[in-house]
């Protein structure tokens, strides 16, 4: 059981959460985020990254595709064995044999799931798949029922949901959730939508689809056109329950919607979506840090949340106003997702900000001295563009014995 947490409690949000159920973060780091081109992970690695997100608290941990390779079977059933609060989730396609995989690989799971799926969309259907209509959704009930043979908790997603046509959804949809699918997930899979669509197509399936009260409604966003996270947003707004997305947005392509950036949507802006996740926000920086570091793949500086830049701030005028309250230029609170807010001492840097943390540093200043050592830094930053720790502390030994030597 978790509660939602407020930034200095951890009693449930305020508003109406319970009218509007809380939404349920599905992690595929270790799936989708694994097929990240230049992201590969070893087992440990996958174990290790594992048991975080079991600490970042998700609801649903997809471990891998089990059916395409010796090493994801391992993987997933290693995170089968080692996790116990999450579900544990394996991806098939709608064949026997990938699903009878998927179940050898999250049985010995305390909460399995198996997570099945075949596209929808016209395109997908007559190009890649060669079927008809009739046959993929007599194909889809076919192993969503024979998947239930296993596993209470099936998971069907409609590939590629956002390019086929809303009518043909909702007919697979009621179809899947008669044969027991317990999630229905409307995936991006091309990052095409935009989210006023997006949002709308996710209406059109909880409005149209009779038995939709039977199953969760879930998404999957990718980020090829940047709209990852604001579809998700979206879908969120019109009763999906369930976000799938993976730590740092890795992901096929331009990689899945953020799962950080989604939590601290919900969670700053609470009011608005009236409603909130059970993540541990302080896990999300170490969590960031461990799968970049794993993956060799490096967070964008300018990410949103957990970028290197997300809480620095370098103008003069932002600086003064964060020393004088941090709610001036900071929405959230770095320590919220277990980080510390830092000020760049910069060109732009003014008095107040050095005189911080020249005092972080053990070096009290004021009145003239203060006036010096600023203006010394500025002449720094001009020629180097950031003063590092070091020039800052030279430069306050020179003004401490007044003698004027060079820095280096
Ligand atoms: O992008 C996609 O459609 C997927 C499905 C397998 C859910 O990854
Ligand atoms: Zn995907």
């Not at 509007?20 to 081109?37: A, K």
């Not at 990938?98 to 799971?109: G, H, L, T």
């Not at 302080?282 to 997300?310: C, D, H, L, W």
């Amino acid at each position: 059981m978790c509660f939602l947490r407020t930034q200095t409690s951890v009693g449930p949000v305020a508003g109406n959460f319970k009218s509007h159920g809380r939404v349920r973060i599905f992690d595929t780091t270790l799936r989708d985020g694994e097929q990240s081109p230049g992201a590969t992970l070893t087992h440990g690695e996958k174990i290790e990254i594992a048991q975080k997100l079991e600490s970042l608290n998700v609801d649903v941990i997809e471990a891998g595709f089990p059916i395409a390779s010796q090493d994801d079977f391992k993987a997933v059933k290693a995170v089968s064995q080692t996790v116990r609060k999450p579900i544990v989730c394996g991806l098939a396609r709608t064949l026997e044999k990938d699903i009878e995989k998927a179940w050898q690989a999250v049985q010995s799971a305390k909460k399995p799931r198996i997570h099945t799926f075949i596209a929808t969309s016209q395109i997908h259907m007559k190009h890649k798949l060669k079927m008809s209509k009739a046959a993929v959704k007599k194909q889809a009930v076919e192993m969503v029922g024979f998947a239930k043979n296993f596993c209470e908790d099936i998971e069907f997603s409609a590939e590629d949901a956002s390019r086929s046509s809303p009518e043909f959804l909702c007919e697979i949809f009621e179809a899947v959730i008669n044969a027991g699918a317990t999630t229905i997930n409307i995936p991006d899979t091309v990052g095409y939508s935009q989210p006023n669509e997006f949002g709308r197509l996710v209406r059109h399936v909880k409005e149209n689809v009779p038995n939709i009260e039977a199953a969760a409604i879930s998404v999957h966003c990718h980020d090829d056109l940047g709209m990852a996270v604001a579809n998700s947003m979206a879908a969120i707004m019109n009763g999906a329950r369930q976000v799938e997305c993976t730590i740092n947005g890795l992901g096929e392509r331009a990689g899945n919607a953020s799962l950080e950036e989604i939590a601290m949507n919900l969670f700053t802006r609470k009011e608005f979506f009236e409603t909130g996740t059970c993540i541990n926000f302080k896990e999300i920086y170490p969590a960031s840090k461990m799968v970049s570091n794993f993956t060799g793949i490096a967070v964008q500086r300018n990410k949103a949340i957990v970028g290197e830049n997300a809480f620095a701030h370098e103008a003069g005028v932002h600086q003064h106003g964060m020393l004088a309250d941090s709610r001036t230029y900071e929405i959230m609170k770095p320590e919220t997702i277990g980080k510390i807010s830092k000020l760049v001492l910069g060109k732009h840097s003014g008095k107040h900000a050095t005189k911080a943390v020249l005092e972080e540093m053990g070096f009290f200043f004021s009145g003239e001295e203060l006036d010096a050592v600023t203006a010394r830094i500025k002449q720094v930053a001009d020629v180097k563009k950031s003063v590092r720790k070091r020039d800052i502390v030279a430069i306050a030994n020179e003004i401490v014995k007044g003698n004027k030597n060079e820095v280096i």
